[in-house]
Nanobody
Framework: QVQLVESGGGLVQPGGALRLSCVAS????????MGWYRQAPGKQREFVAT???????NYADSVKGRFYISRDNAKNTVYLQMSSLKPEDTAVYYC???????????WGQGTQVTVSS
């Protein structure tokens, strides 16, 4: 199965920007719809964005116009470019891989994003 390793989290001021990366290994990257989810303390994990192998994207309403998901199939990497960050964006962000055929889902370890002044 694919293994997911995330990076790029950290502390950023409101209005700032941050880019998260997720590197997949151990399987055929193009067979997976990739996505980002997040979980804030005391809340359930929520959908942020997904991207298909062909580049079709979907976003949660809360991040539309601010977050942009992309993937580089040659590098087996999915990105989440975040801008105009708000304190409510503070959460642990998880990379997700959803196999197009089996629909099995795999998760990364998560990376903390903190938006605070």
């Amino acid at each position: 199965q694919v293994q997911l390793v995330e990076s790029g989290g950290g502390l950023v001021q409101p209005g700032g920007a941050l880019r998260l990366s997720c590197v997949a290994s151990g399987s055929i990257f193009s067979n997976y719809v990739m996505g980002w989810y997040r979980q804030a303390p005391g809340k359930q994990r929520e959908f942020v964005a997904t991207i298909t192998s062909g580049g079709s994207t979907n976003y949660a309403d809360s991040v539309k116009g601010r977050f942009y998901i992309s993937r580089d199939n040659a590098k087996n990497t999915v990105y989440l470019q975040m801008s105009s960050l708000k304190p409510e964006d503070t959460a642990v962000y998880y990379c997700n891989a959803d196999h197009w055929r089996t629909r099995n889902q795999l998760w990364g370890q998560g990376t903390q994003v903190t938006v605070s002044s």
